[in-house]
């Protein structure tokens, strides 16, 4: 499996690594809806197996349900060791209720609570999940992040969801290894200015979403979304009703046209063209149960022509 380094780090990642945000089951706001835990080990077991060498997670996931599932997998394979990234900066109270909270005191205690929950000793990249709208509370944030990697709590300190004037706040303190944004046919926003920017400084880039949360993987009907369950998060998604659905349908029908010729999925050729971009060094990808894994490994493989490349995007440009 093809293998980047990550920004400015020393960490060597597969093209794809695991997605565990499905993982952490329901019982939250963006919960993916009930999730077996049985079906979740095996889907990591084979991942890892299959050579992915990292997996993706985040306090919120689940609650830190996504976490713990993660730890048991570790505690079941010793000889296994994909790197672990995880994230901070959403938090909730008692009621479930979530906040995005990136004070310096908060990010030390959810650092410490995912360590645990873990069952490791250092994290392999550390994320703020979201920035804040306070340009002083980003500074203070990536300073209290700068001290965990500074302290060994940490190997490596990432941002999720920032713009370039934030990432750049961010760099006033210490240097950004990473960036994780969403990316997908669909959602291409980062294209003009942040990606040119993560090239020129070598900030690693892993997209999340490659697949449009399972909008993109050609298993998605008309019928299926209507009937995902109330708890799951997509339900309250736009591009997963009208007008917008029509309109991604299609262009999933063309993907699965161009996978023909891959023996691919639509959903392998949408992470196909995700990696594509010299700017990506990796894509996140979610699986809840070992068959997922198996249907979009052969996306590393693929490398889309020019011709199949201006076709996706003349569709959903």
Not at 58 to 82: M, R
Not at 111 to 119: D, G, H
Not at 155 to 178: D, H, M, Y
Request: overall charge neutral; some cysteine; glycine content about 6%.
């Amino acid at each position: 499996m093809r293998k980047k380094i990550l920004g400015n780090s020393d960490l060597e990642i597969t093209a794809i690594g695991f997605g565990a945000w499905a993982i952490g089951g329901n019982g939250w706001d963006y919960g993916w809806g009930a999730q077996d835990d049985k079906k979740s080990l095996e889907a990591l077991q084979k991942a890892i197996e299959s050579g992915i060498n990292w997996i993706d997670t985040a306090a919120i996931y689940g609650l830190g349900h996504s976490e713990k599932i993660v730890a048991h997998f570790l505690s079941q394979n010793k000889n296994s060791h994909p790197y672990i990234f995880t994230k901070c900066g959403l938090v909730w109270d008692e009621n479930k209720n979530i906040s995005r909270v990136i004070k310096p005191e908060s990010i030390r205690r959810e650092c410490e609570n995912s360590l645990r929950r873990l069952n490791v000793d250092v994290i392999d990249l550390y994320q703020i999940h979201w920035p804040s709208d306070d340009d002083s509370e980003i500074l203070f944030a990536w300073e209290m992040m700068t001290k965990l990697k500074e302290e060994g709590k940490v190997r490596w300190i990432g941002v999720s969801n920032f713009n370039v004037s934030q990432i750049k706040l961010a760099e006033n303190i210490s240097p950004v290894t990473s960036l994780q944004p969403i990316y997908n046919i669909i959602k291409r926003g980062i294209e003009k200015e942040v990606l040119p920017y993560c090239i020129e400084k070598n900030i690693g880039v892993i997209a999340y979403s490659p697949m449009m949360s399972g909008l993109l993987t050609g298993k998605m009907t008309k019928e299926r979304i209507r009937n995902l369950p109330e708890d799951d998060w997509r339900k309250r998604n736009s591009e997963f009703f009208e007008p917008n659905l029509s309109v991604n349908l299609r262009l999933v029908k063309m993907l699965s046209e161009i996978g023909l010729r891959y023996q691919a999925s639509a959903g392998e050729v949408a992470i196909a063209w995700a990696l594509k971009h010299p700017a990506i060094t990796a894509a996140i990808v979610g699986a809840r149960n070992s068959n997922q894994v198996e249907e979009i490994i052969k996306a590393i493989n693929i490398y889309l022509t020019d011709d199949e490349i201006a076709l996706i995007e003349s569709k959903k440009g």
